[in-house]
């Protein structure tokens, strides 16, 4: 299994652009996460899907993040207008349910200029 | 979930045992002890976890203690990969997943 696939690596990006983040999730797992990291505020959980539905957003910064996750395969993390605040490394994972274990992905360094 | 305290940083010489503690004196009957660790420019990665007994796999050991309020992850020979952040996370496992809480962990630094 290649684990879990984030897409791209790097993105640079000038502030009002939008952003999208790419996110495929271990083949099987049915849970999916993303956070956040940066210097500041260390790892932040934004949001976590458990088969495809949202269960919990609360760490959502604001309403220009969005995500989605149209099927068990693919997931997206949208920043509409991007910010220079919005620099850190998204961080994907997955899981499943008969093993809590979450196995994360490389990770996306966004920098917003 | 339970807070968990742990030192901000450690040292350990290449070769020998590395013991990291962690406190979790509000945790509930329910809640497991997770590690992670957090290599430069990695994603997290998970290391082992444990309800009350102690556990080992081929990466390391936990030691929880009898009343459950505090723990050790144990690195038996460290190397310098193993130099990073740990994390100690306690979280209740339902059956379905739930949101992994991370907080500062240490950061050890394995030396030659």
């Known amino acids: 299994d290649a684990g879990v696939i984030q897409s791209p690596r790097h993105e640079v990006t000038e502030m009002g652009q939008e952003v999208t983040l790419r996110c495929k999730p271990i083949?099987?797992?049915?849970?999916l996460f993303w956070y956040r990291q940066t210097m500041m505020r260390g790892l932040e959980l934004l949001i976590y899907?458990?088969?495809?539905?949202?269960?919990?957003d609360s760490g959502m910064p604001e309403d220009r993040f969005s995500a989605k996750m149209p099927n068990a395969s693919f997931s997206t993390l949208k920043i509409q207008p991007s910010e220079p605040r919005d620099s850190a490394v998204y961080f994907c994972?997955?899981?499943?349910?008969?093993?809590?274990?979450?196995?994360f992905g490389s990770g996306t360094q966004l920098s917003v200029l | 979930d339970a807070k968990t305290t742990q030192p901000t940083s450690m040292d350990c010489a290449e070769g020998r045992a590395a013991n990291l503690p962690c406190n979790h004196s509000?945790?509930?009957?329910?809640?497991?002890v997770y590690w992670y660790r957090q290599i430069h420019s990695q994603g997290p990665q998970y290391i082992i976890h444990g309800l009350k007994n102690n556990e080992t796999n081929e990466m390391a050991s936990l030691i929880i203690t009898e009343d459950r309020k505090s723990s050790t992850l144990i690195l038996p020979h460290a190397t310098l990969r193993d130099t990073a952040v740990y994390y100690c996370i306690v979280r209740a496992f339902t059956g379905t997943a739930s949101k992994l809480t991370f907080g500062t962990g240490t950061r050890l630094q394995v030396t030659l």
């Open positions: 899907f458990n088969n495809n539905v949202p269960i919990d």
């Open positions: 083949s099987g797992h049915n849970s």
């Open positions: 994972a997955s899981s499943s349910d008969q093993n809590e274990k979450l196995f």
């Open positions: 509000t945790i509930s009957g329910n809640e497991y």
